[in-house]
């Protein structure tokens, strides 16, 4: 879903075109989805709908328009006309949650499979669940609501298992109730929330699949939190590159795109900055507050202290 406006960015650009970690953060959310192997990629457009196609033109996607955002449950609306005749299951998610995890949404998958679920849904535990719709479950640890912030009475504010907003579910269960859902709520919506109160109402168990970290959920509404995920995404690629043999010191203070490769045996000093399709070999040092853009480097090479590289072959 990728249709909303993102008031809280406080910005005219919508909210999945902002970057987060030098892509549009929903390229993060498709590169995870199209990672398994799905039949077919569905995005749900509304707001500045061009441009986020514009910037979606890599992708081998099809679209549904929201023309009024009216919510969750409206926004998958917009697509039964695409999916509905077509059966089998289908991953919803939202188009801010950039840090969410191949290997998760498959392991939410393999986990429905196996439960032979009609609904699942993914929770968390966080500390702060302010902001999240709240997890109401039962005696077996089946999911029997969920409440959303506004709604939420102050002793169910108080739960911790927050709903992630990704949900897997079969497309002749998840149309029929979202005929059913109504708009009696604060923001006068149709909440994608409400099919489990009405799979619970029509005897089906609501399974949940608890993702354990819950930093792979975070969605993006703010500045701070757009802050928040661009760090996460560069401290995931710095880890990669230091399994991979590479010495990164002070890794909070250095910036590296994911086009970036680096040989084993380089060290990386504080202060660095490397991106574009730059390549770095074995053995090299770059020195602090060095900025390499597109360059290739080749082994046991040295780059002095603030120096500054575009499209250079050294």
Do not use: W
């Not at 500390?127 to 709240?134: E, W």
């Not at 039962?138 to 949900?167: P, T």
């Not at 390549?279 to 040092?285: E, L, P």
């Amino acid at each position: 879903m990728a249709a909303g406006k993102g008031t809280r960015m406080k910005s005219s650009l919508a909210k999945v075109l902002h970057q987060v970690y030098f892509v549009p953060m929903v390229h993060h959310v498709l590169n995870a989805t199209k990672a398994l192997n799905p039949v077919q990629q569905i995005v749900v457009v509304g707001h500045q709908q061009q441009r986020v196609k514009e910037a979606l033109v890599d992708y081998d996607l099809v679209y549904a328009e929201q023309k009024e955002q009216l919510g969750t449950g409206h926004a998958v609306l917009s697509a039964e006309n695409l999916i509905s005749n077509k059966g089998g299951m289908v991953l919803i998610l939202c188009g801010d949650t950039p840090l969410i995890k191949a290997a998760t949404l498959q392991a939410m998958i393999d986990n429905h499979i196996a439960g032979q679920s009609v609904l699942s849904v993914m929770t968390t535990i966080v500390d702060n669940p302010a902001d999240y719709g709240r997890i109401i479950s039962n005696d077996d640890n089946l999911l029997v609501r969920i409440v959303e912030e506004k709604d939420a009475s102050s002793k169910q504010k108080k739960i911790c298992e927050i709903n992630a907003g990704i949900y897997c579910v079969d497309v002749d269960f998840l149309y029929n109730a979202l005929h059913q859902v109504g708009t009696d709520n604060q923001q006068g919506e149709l909440y994608l929330t409400d099919i489990v109160e009405i799979a619970n109402n029509s005897g089906i168990s609501v399974h949940k699949f608890v993702c354990p970290d819950s930093t792979e959920i975070l969605g993006v509404n703010s500045r701070r939190e757009l802050s928040l995920a661009h760090e996460v995404l560069q401290l995931r690629y710095h880890y990669e590159l230091m399994d991979s043999g590479v010495t990164i010191y002070q890794p909070g203070s250095v910036t590296i795109e994911s086009t970036v490769n680096i040989g084993p045996d380089t060290v990386i000093y504080p202060n660095v900055v490397l991106r574009g399709e730059t390549v770095i070999g074995r053995d090299c040092i770059i020195e602090s507050l060095s900025y390499l853009n597109n360059c290739l480097i080749g082994d046991e090479v040295t780059i002095s202290a603030a120096t500054c590289l575009q499209n250079v072959k050294m």
